[in-house]
């Protein structure tokens, strides 16, 4: 009712008041208002919360940071990649996927690598529909990793174009070894005529 009512900071305060009661389930539900707030208490109060016992509570915290969207929670949630709770690594993943910043990157990319499948199709959901150019830069980069070039090489073909003029860096400045990656998605996202039109180019 304070929420429709547009009062949302007296149902902020009350939670607060709850964030650190005995009862799981009420932990849960202050931590969820919390999301709600817009102010830096509540920000770090739900970055606090990420340690919580239960598993519950911090699967709130996760979605509360997701709504929050603020840069400071990044290297809170990059940690919380670590819980041992899939769902709450998913939810960290979901929410550092709509943080405006760059340094979420190198958690998205860590995140390919969890040992739960779900997790790791989020974090490519993720990577996917964010498909800017920095995050193809940094895919293009991962190419070099051995254990990660089929996660990162499917993504980079799932952004498409975006990450054409990459792939070229890493075919002329990478290791002779990622050609046989490389060549192949350039094929599948550009075709072989578009190379051929740049060779007829009369700039060097």
């Not at 919580?52 to 979605?63: G, H, I, K, Q």
């Not at 996927?97 to 490519?124: H, M, W």
């Not at 980069?141 to 089929?150: I, Y």
Request: hydrophobic share 45%.
């Amino acid at each position: 009712e304070a929420f429709t009512k547009d009062d949302q900071s007296v149902i902020v305060d009350i939670a607060f008041e709850h964030l650190y009661s005995t009862e799981e389930d009420e932990r849960a539900l202050a931590i969820e208002a919390v999301g709600w707030g817009a102010t830096q208490a509540c920000v770090e109060s739900a970055i606090r919360v990420l340690g919580d016992p239960s598993v519950l509570v911090r699967r709130a915290a996760v979605d509360a940071l997701g709504r929050l969207r603020d840069r400071s929670a990044v290297a809170a949630l990059g940690k919380t990649l670590g819980d041992p709770d899939p769902e709450v690594r998913s939810g960290a993943v979901r929410a550092l996927g709509v943080i405006d910043d760059e340094g979420v990157l190198s958690y998205l990319v860590a995140a390919l690598k969890d040992p739960e499948q779900s997790v790791r199709e989020t974090a490519s959901h993720v990577l996917t529909e964010w498909s800017s150019p920095a995050v193809a830069k940094r895919l293009a980069g991962v190419l070099t990793v051995p254990s990660l070039r089929d996660s990162a090489a499917d993504l980079l073909m799932r952004i498409g174009p975006t990450s054409v003029e990459l792939l070229i860096d890493v075919l002329r400045q990478g290791p002779p070894g990622l050609r046989g990656t490389v060549g192949p998605l350039l094929n599948n996202l550009v075709g072989v005529d578009e190379f051929i039109r740049r060779m007829e180019s009369v700039e060097p």
